[in-house]
């Protein structure tokens, strides 16, 4: 009897535990795919991309798609939004109680074209794990392109990307560009560098490294294997400032006016501090642009050149330090905004389809000039504070701290060139972008990812 009871319970137990891991399971697969089983999710999965493409068609009044004819980068909004705003991650579930993160590959990849092997190209992106570059590999990806991502995920993300991993275009492989790297490649988007002030400051030996070692080891690689190369330059090297006192760091965190040419034109030439703060990676890009002109000249490598203003969408790093990131992340988090200095500086923004439509159609055009890629929207952070508290939590407070030193008073691309020469302006209002970078982090959040 008590043996009996004793098995009987054994087993109801067994039952509750089969039961509760097959409900944790059925729980898991629903919350990583959003549907009811690993057959479900599949379909779904395929399907829903199936039909995506199907609506491929621009439309005038709303943005339904992105990208460019003429390069064949129009992709369906939707299917990107699918990579980068699934109703939960593919492939991830985090159990908050236990802190435990499960991972559930899906065998199964959004539908990609399928392009004719002579115009299929082998396209290395470096820093394709980051912000920039994971956007960029899901287009050249749905574009049919065959990719490989170089990274050494010092502030990319394997997760970012993790939705290719297995597809049979595409390779990840982890490298730091500042060591060789030799591979056949028709293409290369070279983006490996921190971008924003707090991680390019954090090791500024390494950020000069990763521009200066890292761009002649790429230029070096497209030179031996004929690659067509485009850096990923900035809108950084602009900054202007009339100097009054010569600013040494640690003694002056005066910032000296505003730039002297207002919105920057590629002809510019532009002034850095070359022993500020920023100089790492402002000197850094502009040693870039100077190694890639030497290749173009001395070893005729052909070369691309975008200089690229303040730019933000899902995929920044919750932890990035910018402006757009920190200011919904506290919006979300219900803290005080933090605006460094009075709010009076500008800049503008650009969302990041607008950034990697400009990207595709540079490294498919003649132009081999450096091309401004930016938004020429300009606002104050003040007012970029006050629409992200409307957007995402009226009731928080704006407060003002210390102005960081070399701070660039203004920035405004003027962009005539990338129109006259690419075909090419932004078209995401600031509003839309922003209210599509607050679903993307508020999602991170309800997933216990952030
Ligand atoms: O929480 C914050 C963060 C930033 N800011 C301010 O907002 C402005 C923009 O700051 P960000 O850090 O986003 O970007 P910055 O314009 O300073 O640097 C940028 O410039 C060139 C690009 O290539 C780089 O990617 C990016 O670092 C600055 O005036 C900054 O002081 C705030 O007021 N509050």
């Known amino acids: 009897m008590n043996t009996s009871a004793g098995q009987n319970a054994d087993s109801a137990e067994k039952n509750a535990t089969n039961q509760n891991e097959t409900a944790a ?19 779904i999965h395929w399907e829903s991309g199936r039909r995506l493409w199907r609506t491929v068609e621009k439309n005038a009044d709303t943005i339904t798609a992105v990208g460019h004819e003429c390069v064949k980068s129009v992709v369906p909004l939707d299917l990107l939004r699918y990579l980068y ?3 939960h991650p593919h492939d991830r579930y985090f159990d908050t109680e236990t802190r435990t993160l499960s991972y559930i590959r899906s065998r199964s990849f959004l539908p990609v074209k399928s392009l004719p092997p002579g115009q299929r190209k082998r396209i290395l992106v470096t820093g394709g794990a980051g912000f920039v570059g994971s956007h960029l590999v899901d287009r050249l990806m749905l574009m049919g392109q065959e990719v490989i991502v170089i990274d050494n995920y010092f502030t990319g993300r394997k997760s970012n990307i993790a939705h290719w991993i297995g597809h049979p275009n595409f390779e990840l492989i982890r490298h730091d560009v500042v060591d060789p790297f030799l591979i056949e490649v028709d293409q290369i988007y070279h983006l490996a560098c921190p971008a924003s002030p707090p991680h390019y400051q954090h090791n500024p030996i390494k950020t000069v490294k990763t521009s200066v070692m890292g761009t002649i080891n ?9 690659a067509r190369f485009l850096l990923a330059s900035t809108s950084g090297m602009y900054p202007k400032y009339p100097i009054l006192h010569y600013p040494i760091p640690h003694l002056s965190t005066q910032i000296y006016g505003d730039p002297e040419v207002h919105p920057q034109s590629e002809t510019y030439w532009g002034n850095v501090n070359p022993i500020g703060p920023r100089a790492c990676y402002d000197e850094g890009k502009r040693v870039a642009e100077t190694l890639t002109y030497a290749y173009r ?15 933000y969408g899902p995929r920044m790093n919750e932890n990035d330090g910018r402006v757009v990131s920190n200011f919904i992340m506290q919006a979300l988090r219900g803290e005080e905004l933090t605006i460094y200095g ?3 500086q500008t800049r503008s923004f650009q969302y990041i389809h607008d950034l990697v439509d400009g990207l595709i159609l540079l490294m498919n055009n003649d132009c081999d000039l450096p091309v401004n890629l930016g938004n020429p929207d300009e606002y104050t952070i003040r007012s970029l504070a006050e629409l992200v508290r409307d957007e995402v939590n009226p009731d928080s407070n704006i407060t003002t701290l210390k102005a960081p030193v070399d701070d660039p008073k203004r920035r405004k691309p003027d962009i005539a060139r990338a129109e006259d020469k690419l075909g090419w302006k932004p078209t995401w209002p600031v509003r839309q972008g922003i209210q599509e970078t607050v679903h ?7 997933a216990g990812l952030v």
């Open 25 to 43: 399971d059925a729980t898991m697969i629903s919350l990583v795919n959003g549907s009811d089983s690993p057959e479900d999710a599949e379909r």
């Open 85 to 87: 705003l699934p109703r």
């Open 218 to 226: 790429m230029l070096g690689l497209a030179k031996r294997v004929k």
């Open 297 to 311: 000249h001395q070893d005729h490598v052909n070369v691309r050149v975008a200089r690229i203003f303040n730019t």
């Open 342 to 344: 009075d709010g009076s």
């Open 440 to 446: 993307y982090f508020r999602r991170q959040m309800e």
